[in-house]
């Protein structure tokens, strides 16, 4: 036996012998293992099951599956589900619960070692697996995932992320004189690691998972005050044959070191952030008209320009007693947003990681979301005019829109006129914000020691689906704006 197979044996040992623990009373506690379990496993259940896609007619595999608490209703609607788990015990009780259902079959078998035909399901689920494998495992058990997917198909991943599901409270089933091998991994990890992923197929064509979105779980941030709860759903598409295929080697150094350093430095960087330069610049215009009490706010920060171009949703959901859906584009700083949510633990706070706002307007269209107003950064630099014109599909008929937005080329308030025309908008009208945002940003870079001089331009996009405004805030002015020229602008921008 070669030294990473007994490695790996070794290590699956202890993992079994973790969870014979639980096997002579396999109920819900011992699968959460939670001692209040019953108290949060019916909603955690329907907030999982409610995120996937239409299984009618499809074939799912469903792994770790203990006693079959998801198993029970993925097969209510697909045409067959194979349901796994390593620990006899559980399968046991699997069968017991779900023996009126001729569409499960049931194997006890180690989910690293489960073999399966190639473009053979069309749902991997999972809930609570890449925790209880190694960094090797995990990315062996995801090129199987991908190598069982049937093209378009999905693979859902919950974990608990940089902390038990429990956090630190009393519930926690786990004991305090055992060792507890699980791996609480950064959130940013798996969507890294997901992305990055290039499956050859042996047809010759080239494979990767499109993350679709990442959240965290509701009952987790209602009940238990816990952000880090999160699942995944992605899909097997296509990848360009252009795209760079790294080794095993390589992917695990990026999986076990880089991407934990890079997180690291964002860790240290914004874990005690309270307030940026951008809250005293919206704070200026915004007011309660524009996001009434508990209104619904969509805010999208991609920090596409910089770390320190982005939207307090904290303070936007305490200012004006709303609630906030934060859409964060860059794995890292989701991982931070999170972190933050999980000391404050304002509820009326969410964050969700979507690669653009596409993305998020499609993950809200499903859901039949809409929002009373839009805050953004950077919305016309990382968006065409077709995803703009798509907003309408989640802001409600009276929504507003204001959105920050840097500007390193010259552009003049006539061609951002004409481009929103396009999509819609009208009523241009620009105030200059040019000394308070450079006074601003100073203050924030002396805070983190950055030595660096504001050299932006920025503008902040105003809108008002429905109707024009007669009368503007502030004074007009037109202008062209030069690379590096400091000037800070305010346009305000009003939607048919």
């Not at 194979?82 to 989910?111: C, P, Q, W």
């Not at 000391?343 to 979301?369: A, C, H, M, P």
């Not at 025309?421 to 203050?443: C, F, H, I, N, P």
């Amino acid at each position: 036996m070669a030294p990473t197979e007994i490695k790996t044996t070794v290590r699956r040992d202890v993992f079994k012998s973790f969870w014979n623990k639980y096997s002579d009373s396999p109920d819900n506690n011992a699968m959460m293992l939670n001692h209040n379990a019953e108290e949060l496993e019916g909603s955690d259940r329907a907030d999982i099951l409610s995120a996937l896609p239409n299984l009618t007619d499809k074939d799912v595999v469903d792994i770790g599956a203990g006693i079959g608490r998801f198993t029970t209703i993925l097969a209510r609607t697909a045409k067959s589900v194979l349901s796994t788990d390593f620990i006899d015990s559980f399968i046991v009780k699997n069968r017991e619960r779900n023996s009126h259902l001729a569409n499960v079959n049931y194997k006890v078998g180690d989910a690293v070692h489960l073999v399966l035909d190639h473009d053979s399901v069309d749902l991997v689920f999972t809930n609570w697996l890449m925790m209880y494998l190694s960094d090797n495992e995990v990315l062996e058990f995801l090129y199987n995932a991908i190598r069982w997917l049937r093209p378009d198909g999905y693979l859902h991943l919950r974990e608990s992320c940089s902390e038990p599901s429990t956090g630190r409270s009393k519930s926690t089933m786990h004991s305090s004189s055992d060792a507890n091998p699980t791996s609480y991994r950064f959130s940013s990890l798996y969507i890294k690691l997901l992305r990055t992923i290039r499956y050859r197929c042996p047809q010759g064509k080239l494979w990767r998972f499109e993350v679709l979105w990442s959240a965290s779980v509701p009952t987790y941030v209602q009940r238990q005050s816990n952000w880090r709860q999160v699942h995944w759903l992605t899909r097997k598409v296509p990848a360009d044959e252009s795209d760079w295929v790294p080794t095993t080697t390589e992917m695990l150094q990026l999986f076990s070191f880089e991407w934990n350093r890079i997180q690291n430095h964002w860790d240290n960087m914004l874990d005690n952030e309270r307030n940026c330069w951008t809250d005293r610049i919206f704070g200026s215009v915004m007011s309660s008209e524009f996001v009434p009490k508990n209104s619904t706010v969509l805010a999208y920060t991609p920090r596409r320009s910089a770390f320190h171009v982005h939207i307090n949703a904290h303070l936007l959901a305490e200012k004006f007693t709303c609630n906030v859906w934060s859409v964060e584009t860059s794995e890292y700083y989701y991982r931070t947003s999170l972190s933050k949510a999980n000391e404050l633990k304002d509820q009326r706070v969410r964050f969700g990681w979507n690669r653009t706002l596409q993305s998020s307007i499609d993950y809200w269209r499903e859901r039949e979301g809409s929002f009373n107003a839009l805050v953004a950064t950077e919305l016309l630099g990382t968006v065409d005019d077709e995803t703009l014109s798509h907003l309408s599909a989640v802001l409600k008929p009276e929504a507003k829109i204001v959105t920050l937005e840097p500007l390193n080329e010259e552009v003049g308030a006539d061609d951002i006129k004409k481009r929103l025309s396009a999509v819609g908008w009208r009523s241009v009208v620009v105030m200059d914000v040019t000394e308070a945002a450079k006074e601003l940003q100073k203050e924030y870079f002396k805070k983190h020691n950055i030595a660096v001089s504001p050299r932006c331009c920025f503008v902040l996009l105003f809108s008002e689906r429905g109707r024009a405004c007669n009368k503007p805030m502030g004074s007009r002015r037109s202008h062209s704006l030069k690379r590096d020229s400091n000037v800070h602008l305010i346009l305000y921008v009003y939607a048919l």
